[in-house]
């Protein structure tokens, strides 16, 4: 076993938790609100709604962090309130029902990992290349998720999605017992201000880059599985495509550490936009052939893999220590929530109108646009 100087498996347990209970979301969730009726603009709209509250719940309790320094209790908190709001989803089935619980559960669950990344960071402390030796235990949980889950369809149908789910969340509240933090510095009001971090050209453009990437991903979480169904792929096939994506970034992850010796974070981002932008061609025209798609999958490595870890090194370099919180906040709520939200929506209201090429088309564009301009503003200056 590896003599590491910072809790390698309790740090990881947290991760495999959360990711396992994503890999039942954001592949399954939406053939659960079709299984439910709705409509694919109603889909996109909770989908949404699902992401909007990481625009403002990361930020929010980042700053809380920062300022009291309480940043575990905050993740135990955020965790089992997660639970609870979810646990209502139970009661009723109706969109608007569906909508508000989403958007409950979702301003807890998605203040969680923000700042549980932030305390990885900083358990890590000069070591943060090793980060993606940890979060690889969240691709594994994700994994397991998604080829898993669909064994019960045949026999139990989309009902034990919720199910699973809250199951799952309970689990990531419970690793939060056995993790401890590192004491941090507490903002004072002498330090720099997290908005004149954010003014540089630099961050400014980093952050445009990230929402970019996360909206082109809008219609691939929201309708990929629905997509595989409707071109007759089996629940169990389109498992193991989620799957066959993970693990390939799971392959970037374990080299990371090595190849951010070797290259500026900065262009790993503009690599890692310029492969989803093909990723998203290719899945719009040749969802029918199995080998290409195989490769489309394969592309996650870069998607995802490759650019969250060169964000979250990137992150971790553009804000200084005490600011961590609000900086990982500041990626995954205006990044992730944003982007999901404008992704998530213009890929519901376009789904039916204009079909499924031309959307995943129009988010290859998306992506195309975010690596000219990583090229010129973040890779050039990193």
């Known amino acids: 076993m590896l003599d590491r100087p910072y809790p390698y498996y309790r740090l990881s347990t947290f991760y495999f938790f959360f990711f396992a209970a994503l890999g039942v979301f954001v592949p399954y969730w939406s053939l659960y609100l079709q299984d439910l009726n709705f409509n694919p603009a109603e889909i996109g709209e909770i989908m949404a709604i699902a992401m909007a509250s990481k625009i403002i719940a990361p930020y929010l309790w980042g700053w809380l962090a920062d300022h009291n320094g309480k940043r575990l209790q905050i993740i135990r908190l955020t965790a089992i309130l997660s639970c609870v709001f979810f646990a209502a989803i139970f009661l009723r089935s109706d969109y608007f ?6 958007a409950l559960f979702g301003f807890f669950w998605n203040a969680c990992l923000p700042l549980y990344e932030a305390l990885t960071l900083n ?19 994700f994994i397991i998720s998604v080829v898993i889950l669909p064994l019960g369809f045949d026999r139990d ?18 690793s939060t017992v056995i993790i401890s933090d590192k004491p941090y510095p507490i903002e004072v009001a002498s330090q720099r201000k997290i908005w004149d971090i954010v003014q540089q050209p630099i961050v400014i453009a980093f952050l445009v880059v990230c929402t970019l990437q996360v909206a082109s991903h809008g219609a691939y979480y929201t309708f990929f ?25 799971i392959v970037v992850f374990v080299a990371m ?30 969802v029918s052939f199995l080998p290409i798609l195989l490769f489309v999958q394969i592309l996650h490595a ?11 090194h990137l992150v971790h370099d553009l804000f200084p220590a005490r600011l961590q919180g609000r900086g990982q906040a500041l990626y995954a ?30 988010s290859g564009f998306v992506a195309l646009l975010g690596s000219i301009v990583a090229w010129f503003f973040v890779a050039q200056k990193e």
């Open 257 to 286: 550490h090595h190849i951010l010796q070797r290259y500026n974070a900065g262009l790993l981002l503009f690599l890692a936009l310029l492969g989803t932008a093909i990723r998203w061609f290719l899945l719009a025209y040749f």
């Open 157 to 174: 149908g989309f009902v034990i999605i919720p199910i699973v789910l809250l199951f799952l969340l309970i689990l990531m509240g419970l």
């Open 97 to 102: 029902w569906v909508a508000l619980i989403t």
């Open 333 to 362: 709520g205006l990044c992730f929530g944003l982007g999901g939200v404008v992704g998530n929506l213009l890929s519901g209201y376009a789904w039916e109108p204009l079909g499924a090429t031309t959307t995943f088309v129009v």
């Open 302 to 312: 870069m998607s995802f893999g490759l650019f969250h870890a060169a964000a979250i």
């Open 123 to 141: 358990h890590l402390d000069d070591k943060v290349a090793e980060y993606s030796h940890i979060r690889i235990w969240g691709s594994i949980g």
């Open 225 to 249: 599985s629905i997509y595989l169904k409707s071109n007759a792929y089996s629940p169990l096939l389109t498992g193991w495509m989620w799957a066959l994506g993970v693990i390939a970034e």
